[in-house]
């Protein structure tokens, strides 16, 4: 939440491109990059491109399973899809796919929504 307060005044001035390799996410350029800029570019720069390539290349991943599977929607889930940056860069990868995008609209994404699934499941049960 404290990256994504920086990150909305800035912009994705490192425009790497996600490193995937045998369906993982490759971080470890994204952090050499971010040090090797520190100082030279604006931590809200940074703190966007962080974003950008952590969305683009989660997105690539589920567009990727997707396409595998066959499934036409990609959902996003988790306390993560309350960070409203990576859920808009992801939308944007995921629709240019052609795929449908969702997110959370009862149902809150983190904790509550996995408390309201756990009282879901009790009700179906005789615990």
Do not use: W
């Not at 993982?24 to 940074?46: E, N, P, Q, R, Y």
């Not at 683009?56 to 959902?75: N, R």
């Amino acid at each position: 939440m404290k990256l994504e307060s920086v990150a909305v005044i800035g912009k994705d001035t490192l425009k790497l491109k996600p490193q995937i390799s045998c369906g993982i996410l490759d971080t470890t350029g994204l952090v050499k990059a971010i040090f090797d800029s520190l100082g030279k570019v604006s931590a809200a720069d940074l703190a966007y491109s962080a974003h950008g390539y952590l969305a683009q290349g989660l997105a690539a991943l589920a567009v990727e399973k997707a396409v595998v599977l066959g499934v036409k929607t990609v959902g996003f889930t988790g306390g993560a899809a309350c960070n409203q940056i990576l859920a808009t860069l992801m939308r944007q990868t995921v629709e240019l796919a052609g795929l449908r995008f969702v997110l959370h609209e009862a149902a809150p994404p983190g904790d509550g929504g996995v408390s309201f699934g756990q009282a879901i499941v009790a009700g179906f049960g005789d615990f």
